[in-house]
């Protein structure tokens, strides 16, 4: 398995890690922590020397109840960013976490290489068109409703099968509009209780029939730090014992907030599957 990111062909035979930066100041886990230019890059920096593979930006709070941020807000806090770390950093790739196609448009041309949609294009009738268009790597993924509303919609007739046949159809429409390079994100406290994140969870591997690389997002979320009783400052192990989980169920590719952890889950993982 490999993505074709602007040229460079990055081999997911060996999972990959992908570093969070949240340009929010509303996320559940590090909203507001970095306030201008020169926290951003610090930032960067550290997750890119830990060994990032790739630095996720996101401008707009997916945590359950995040409030609405304009198209317009998302764009003045995101684009300087994505300009920011692309300057700095040439040779690091950036993944965009929006799911509204003119960010994508802008984002991409400002240096960004792949699309992160929690949507999976369904909050945007244009954005299978786009990225189809600027011929880059995208991640869909699973989600009822939107962020405000997502909570609210945790039914489902079979949970790991109604979330199958939902990639299905998203994998055909996508490449129906030409996108090549396809990333799969169950979309882990997105539309779901904790019970069903741990089923989904533990039925990982049987999404490995779709053929396409399992992104797996977890770091510090809900399912931890509620299960273990705790907040999610404290969920750094916790999210190490599930990321392995992942690992040894087939996820290709580490969402993170703590890269040089992810790092030795991935190597302890390759060593004992040697």
Do not use: W
């Amino acid at each position: 398995m490999t993505l074709n990111c602007n040229g460079k062909l990055i081999d997911l035979n060996t999972p990959k890690v992908m570093g969070v930066l949240n340009v929010t100041p509303d996320s559940f886990f590090d909203g507001g922590k970095f306030k201008n230019d020169k926290s951003f890059l610090s930032q960067a920096e550290k997750l890119i020397g830990e060994g990032a593979d790739f630095i996720d930006i996101g401008a707009y709070s997916s945590r359950p109840g995040a409030d609405f941020v304009s198209e317009k807000e998302e764009m003045n806090r995101l684009i300087p960013i994505v300009n920011l770390i692309h300057n700095s950093f040439p040779d690091t790739t950036i993944s965009i976490d929006s799911f509204r196609s003119e960010v994508i448009k802008k984002s991409i041309q400002a240096g960004g290489a792949i699309v992160n949609d929690i949507s999976a294009g369904q909050l945007d009738p244009m954005m299978f068109e786009t990225v189809g268009k600027l011929g880059v790597p995208y991640v869909m993924m699973h989600m009822k409703g939107t962020p405000q509303t997502m909570q609210q919609m945790t039914t489902y007739s079979d949970l790991i099968k109604d979330i199958y046949y939902y990639f299905s159809e998203r994998i055909n429409l996508a490449k129906k509009h030409q996108i090549n390079d396809l990333i799969i994100d169950l979309g882990f406290g997105f539309s779901k209780t904790l019970e069903q994140n741990f089923k989904l969870l533990n039925s990982l591997d049987f999404y490995t029939n779709l053929n396409l690389p399992l992104l797996v997002g977890v770091s510090r979320k809900s399912m931890i730090y509620k299960t273990i009783d705790t907040n999610p400052d404290n969920a750094l192990n916790g999210t190490s014992a599930l990321n392995m989980v992942a690992l040894n169920k087939g996820a290709k590719i580490l969402r993170v907030h703590d890269v040089k952890e992810a790092i030795e889950c991935i190597k302890l993982h390759e060593a004992l599957t040697k």
